[in-house]
DNA sequence: TTATTTTTAGTGTATATACACGTTTATTAT
DNA sequence: ATAATAAACGTGTATATACACTAAAAATAA
């Protein structure tokens, strides 16, 4: 019998490939994030955050890869669910963005379902074509400046 | 002398990688395709059209693999630049997308940008890489039905 | 033929992304 | 001390993404 997915076919365009590959296993990750309620994008902030607490919106954008101005709407929602905070003064340029309780809490509980994720990955690829993977996603990322 | 990119670490979450990559490999086609004034996903899109058309909405978005709505939302920038028109008849379901003659030379000037990109990447991977690449994209994209 | 179901399409809402631009705060030069 | 520069931040605008929902058209069943 013949599955859905074995009718996929690699495109031509490599950057169509990896579009659909990154697509794929941001649903995988989101999948397993589910019972915590937040996107694997938005863990991913809790964690640079709580790694580098306090910490100015431009630091962090920085160090995550991602564009200051996006980033800024992407805290947005996590200010909302009042999982990070900021503790600078009024007044100050740079702010000093915090997890909350309630944020290292989430963090915590998603690191969990993080995991699991990552063990499928890594199952599903082995341990061999994992670290090949890795290897060659640095080798494309450094090709930009 | 040290780069900013030799500092480029891989993160150990795969999906921020797989992300991160996804995101400079679109940057280098998008930065090939400048002179086109179209995207790479708006070439996809273009591309996909001219080999399927006339194609309803929904065929072209189970092709591309992309969410109909989203799909749905991509095509509106297309068609106010008259690169795209519908020539299905007002009253009927299904929609039959087609290239305009502007949308047909859009495409195959912007083919010649995405050849010199799709070559650069190449290059700097290798042959046997990039085949190993392909092959890896295509395993995480089964992972998903 | 009429009723039901399936298919196709679009919109409301929300997050994600980034460029261009302006504003405010801090630093450095004069 | 003041002027010029740099750093940090946010918003306007536009594209990209997708889930939930609704509407209309076509196919099928009764």
Redesign the pocket.
């Known amino acids: 019998m013949i599955t859905e997915n074995e009718n996929k076919k690699s495109s031509v365009c490599n950057c169509l490939n990896m ?1 659909r590959a990154s ?1 794929a296993i941001t649903e995988i990750y989101d999948h397993y994030l589910v019972p915590s309620q937040i ?1 694997i ?2 863990f991913s902030i809790l964690k640079h955050i709580h790694a580098m607490e306090p910490v ?3 630091a962090l954008a920085a160090e995550i890869r ?5 980033l ?3 805290l947005k ?1 996590l200010e909302h669910l009042d999982l990070i905070h900021d503790i600078a003064q009024p ?5 000093q963005l915090c997890l909350t309780i309630k944020g290292k809490e989430k963090m915590e509980q998603a690191h969990v379902y993080w995991n699991q994720a990552q063990a499928q990955i890594e199952a599903q690829l082995g341990q061999e074509d994992s670290q090949i993977l890795q290897d060659l996603l640095l080798k494309i990322e450094v090709m930009v400046p």
Chains 1, 2 share one sequence.
Do not use: A, K, Y
Not at 66 to 70: A, E, G, M, Q, V
């Open positions: 579009r697509q996107s994008s938005q100015s919106v431009s991602l564009d200051r101005t996006t800024v709407r992407n929602p007044g100050t340029r740079n702010r």
